[in-house]
């Protein structure tokens, strides 16, 4: 067994010493351990996911659900730039742009199906965020927010100009996915069940892309590559200092980045089937930035409830359409004033599990490890030994 | 040819203006006050609302304009004093992407407060200067112009004066290298800031009421490319350094106004910011900042 | 035995000041060797061109048979873009690859990283040495369970050597000061380094707390570990080292074993300066001098 485990690390000229002790498992129950709740709690929410279309499949309930559920994966693209890697994007905007953009022109112009514009989008994004991110990762974080900041007004108005964009009226009637002659638009009949086109796209698209989305940007914060972005966030020099190309993990991060917000773009051009590039303002970018500052940053749980209430929000609250972004804009500044962590910090810890966890050890632990001998001599003595010695 | 310079002036001073505050705070408190270009927006719309409420409309007169300025300046020069107090104080000791964040939520708070009281459409702003002017070595001059460069230049020579004679300016630059020992030198450091934000904001409040006279109509969102601009220049001219943000601004403007004759007038932000970025890449501490040695 | 790292007539220049000025040494392979000098003189700075964090203004450093100071063509710096081709990665080598050729560094003041947790916070320093993909990360494949189990268990063989007994799961910021020492050079040895570089490990830890220190630094050697370390507490330098090399200015002014550097009057003099009071006197002083710059320096980054 240790063979194996040592063949999962490169070779290395050093090796820690097997632990002297062995490590209590760690608790499996739902409500015993945090991640077994945490995976309770995401079954639930994808169970509701699946049954929302029978509880009520009108054609607002569904497209409030599709628009959520973009919101949901905007959130968590924006949440790996600067909830893990701490980098503050603030055009984020422009790579749900350019997945929406080029998978409109794609299937508009070229007349490609939905499915082969994918990764053709995929690969767009990747392009889009080296081009943006190669020479301004460099930068100090202010400066990055700025230049990314221009970055998306320059998407905008690069597809308010070109005429393959359409211009300022943008792109109309976007197919939906198709399948060997056979499309979404048809609806489906399974066991005298009818489902129409909406439903279909939700179930077999627009869910499975959000839960895959949601569940690869948790799985990828806990791998190696995530613990470089936090590494990264927490302290450039010392991540450097430890192995990490900072830089490399930097545009990983905003790669990743844009490929999410690309294929969110894609859903929302094909829920659309209609863009332009007044979806596209410096105003969305700042309101993903909020739903993710706002639910916690780097908290999976925080940030899907904070791209829930924003996109949920001017539904529930239709009188106060007005004042949303007022509302926001005030939010914001206390939520960071009073609660910088969030609602949900990614550092929070279920508060009935919170006793369970040890307290940090006494000060004097350090004591165990000094051998006998050298207590014996007094502190503050003459010889050269211990002549420095009270001092801490 | 002259015609553009002169353009690129105009326009450029009204960018050194607002980039002046974007560089005196960073270079104070090391913080992007992303709510700088939304105190431009509400310089014109307190100028606004002052001439609003005496019934005055259409106006074209010169001593009437530099009252609503001064007027101007001070109520932004309080906002932003304010501003610093309420939403940046309590947070100084913070990460900087918190700060960041903030002043993105003051911004919005702005935009869309003035939004709310004012409405969304744009307003005609009451006092404009006469269109009526000379032709100079091949350039169409207005007196209005002359105007507004003059004031333009006015204000900065006095803020090179407090800056660079004044004890108050002395403590801001010492600040500006080591808030803790500028401190231990009974420099009251809250107060010097918050000066520092009365300045910034005043120039920027200035800036937007003399936008709304030459330009004529105004609105909420009038701060946000500026801002943007404003910031570009501020790095042009190399971030902290108040001359550097003088010089940013007058060639940012310049640039711009060549850059639209040639590439088209839809082009002319995408020009400004692939510039941006640009400098960014290749000289990312401006034509006079001073290279920093970040300390580990 | 031969030299892991050489040094040779490095130089730094900030503006008109010179942080290092020629400064010239070797560490062999094991042993263990202590760089002191008054305040000022130069040791971190020197630290940071050594690890690559900074780029000296000349000279080289050889780790291991490898530059770690690239030499630009002269046309680069005749056209002043020196600076902008180094911003851009050419000609220097990052510190993330010295690190990978297995040169591991702690930071004088603590860098931890404050939003992980202790175990995270070690396997961190594993990245280089740990094979994870992409695409095994997403799917979670046996490949990268096994090698997350391999992370987790060499990380807590690390944090066992260095006698953390804390909770793994704590966030480093709620430990104690010393505490959080021994994570750090946790971290440092998870990076597997053939040199460790400590930055005045001792700042700030109680007697008891250096008294293991010493023990933990004499383990790490007995791994085969060469350790530099930069210290200000004599008693510790003097119990430790095997070699001594004294900087003041930016210069080495001596170099040899502890009992030759005690002895050295061009040392004592950069210690004491040059008025004959009685010993005992220069002794106490040297005491409550080093003293203060210690206090000074654990309080200046709070």
């Known amino acids: ?392 | 040819m002259m015609q553009l310079i002169w353009n690129g002036l105009i326009v450029g001073s009204f960018y050194a203006l607002v980039a002046l505050g974007y560089s005196m705070v960073y270079g104070i408190i090391k913080l992007l006050n992303f709510a700088h270009g939304d105190i431009y927006m509400l310089g014109a719309f307190v100028g606004f609302f002052t001439l609003s409420a005496f019934g005055i409309s259409n106006e074209t007169s010169i001593p009437l304009l530099l009252v609503i300025l001064l007027l101007s300046m001070v109520t932004t020069g309080l906002i932003g004093v304010g501003i610093e107090r309420v939403a940046y104080r309590p947070l100084r000791r913070s990460p900087r992407l918190a700060v960041l964040i903030t002043a993105i939520g003051v911004s919005f708070t702005l935009e869309y407060g003035v939004r709310q009281i004012f409405g969304p459409n744009p307003e005609a702003f009451p006092v404009r200067l006469e269109s009526t002017g000379v032709d100079l070595l091949g350039m169409r001059v207005t007196a209005s112009q002359i105007v507004l460069v003059v004031i333009a230049a006015g204000l900065m020579l006095v803020l090179a004066h407090i800056v660079e004679r004044t004890r108050e300016g002395r403590a801001m630059r010492a600040i500006a290298l080591d808030p803790q020992a500028a401190q231990l030198m009974g420099v009251n450091v809250n107060r010097v800031i918050s000066t520092v934000f009365f300045i910034g904001s005043s120039l920027a409040g200035a800036a937007g009421v003399m936008a709304g006279a030459y330009y004529g109509s105004i609105d909420f969102l009038m701060g946000f490319v500026i801002g943007l601009k404003a910031f570009t220049a501020a790095v042009i001219g190399g971030i902290g350094n108040l001359y550097g943000a003088m010089l940013g601004g007058l060639l940012l403007g310049m640039l711009e106004s060549f850059g639209s004759a040639w590439f088209g007038g839809e082009w002319r932000d995408v020009f400004a910011f692939a510039f941006l970025i640009l400098f960014l890449t290749f000289k990312p501490t401006g034509l006079l900042g001073a290279r920093v040695v970040e300390r580990m | 035995m031969s030299a892991l790292l050489e040094v040779t007539d490095l130089r730094l220049q900030f503006g008109g000041v010179k942080a290092v000025d020629g400064l010239s040494f070797e560490v062999r392979e094991g042993e263990i060797l202590a760089v002191i000098g008054p305040n000022g003189a130069g040791k971190t700075s020197a630290f940071n061109c050594i690890s690559a964090f900074y780029l000296p203004t000349s000279g080289s450093v050889v780790f291991d048979g490898k530059h770690i100071v690239r030499e630009a063509p002269r046309i680069w710096h005749r056209l002043r873009l020196v600076q902008l081709l180094q911003s851009f990665g050419f000609y220097r080598v990052l510190p993330s690859r010295v690190t990978k050729w297995g040169m591991a560094r702690t930071f004088q003041n603590l860098r931890l990283f404050r939003e992980l947790s202790v175990l995270d916070n070690v396997k961190t320093a594993m990245h280089a040495n740990l094979r994870e993909g992409f695409w095994s990360t997403l799917l979670h494949t046996p490949g990268y369970r096994r090698a997350e189990e391999a992370c987790a268990r060499e990380a807590r063989g690390w944090l066992d050597f260095v006698g953390y007994e804390g909770d793994e799961h704590l966030y480093v910021t709620h430990l104690p000061y010393g505490e959080q020492r021994r994570v750090e050079i946790a971290r440092a040895l998870a990076t597997s380094p053939k040199l460790l570089l400590l930055d005045e490990p001792a700042a700030g830890l109680n007697y008891n707390e250096k008294q293991s220190l010493i023990e933990l630094i004499r383990k790490i050697r007995a791994l085969g570990v060469a350790v530099v370390l930069i210290e200000h507490d004599m008693g510790l330098v003097m119990k430790l080292a095997e070699r001594i090399v004294v900087l003041n200015y930016g210069k080495e002014i001596a170099d040899g074993t502890p009992e030759q550097i005690t002895s050295d009057p061009v040392v004592i003099e950069a210690y004491l300066g040059v008025d004959d009071e009685d010993h005992a006197v220069d002794e106490a002083r040297l005491r409550t001098d080093s003293d203060a710059q210690l206090n000074d320096e654990s309080g200046s980054r709070s």
Not at chain 1, 83 to 97: H, R, S
Not at chain 1, 168 to 193: A, C, K, Q, R, Y
Not at chain 1, 265 to 284: E, V
Request: with cysteine; aromatic share 12%; glycine share 10%.
């Open chain 1, 1 to 392: 067994m240790a063979r194996r485990l040592d063949l999962a690390l490169k070779h290395a000229p050093l090796r820690a010493p097997a632990p002297l002790f062995d490590r209590p498992r760690a608790a499996r129950g739902v409500f015993d351990s945090q991640t077994g709740f945490m995976r309770a709690l995401g079954g639930v929410a994808v169970l509701f996911l699946v049954a929302l279309p029978f509880i009520d499949a009108s054609r607002y309930t569904m497209s409030i659900a599709i628009s959520a559920l973009i919101y949901v994966m905007l959130c968590m693209g924006l949440n790996v730039v600067v909830g893990y890697a701490g980098l503050l994007d603030l055009g984020y905007i422009a790579f749900f742009a350019v997945g929406a953009y080029v998978s409109g022109i794609f299937t508009t112009v070229l007349g490609w199906p939905m499915w082969a514009a994918l990764p053709a989008t995929v690969l767009a994004c990747i392009i889009a965020g080296i081009i943006i991110g190669a020479p301004t990762l460099r930068l100090r974080s202010d400066y990055l927010a700025i230049v990314t900041l221009g970055f998306g007004e320059i998407i905008r108005i690069t597809a308010n100009n070109l005429t393959i964009t359409g211009g300022p009226s943008g792109i109309h009637g976007i197919p939906s996915w198709d399948f060997f002659g056979w499309s979404f638009e048809d609806g489906l009949t399974v066991f005298g069940l009818e489902f129409p086109e909406r439903v279909v796209f939700y179930y077999f698209v627009a869910a499975v892309v959000i839960i895959v989305g949601v569940i690869g940007a948790g799985r990828l914060a806990k791998g190696k590559l995530g613990r470089a972005w936090k590494a990264v966030r927490d302290d450039e020099d010392a991540a450097e200092a430890m192995g990490i190309n900072t830089y490399v993990a930097k545009i990983s991060a905003y790669i990743i980045g844009a490929v999410w917000a690309g294929l969110a773009g894609q859903l929302m051009a094909t829920h659309l089937s209609a863009i332009s590039p007044n979806s596209f303002q410096f105003l969305y970018s700042a309101l993903i930035l909020m739903a993710v500052v706002l639910g916690g940053m780097g908290s999976t749980p925080g940030v899907i409830i904070g791209a829930l209430f924003v996109s949920l929000a001017p539904e529930l609250l239709r009188d106060f359409a007005e004042w949303r972004f007022l509302i926001f804009g005030v939010l914001l500044v206390v939520v960071m004033l009073f609660r910088p962590a969030g609602l949900w910090p990614a550092t929070a810890i279920l508060p009935w599990l919170k006793r369970d966890r040890p307290q940090p050890p006494p000060f004097t632990s350090a004591t165990a490890a000094v051998p006998p001998s050298v207590l014996e001599s007094p502190s503050g003595a003459p010889d050269a030994d211990v002549r420095e010695g009270g001092r801490g």
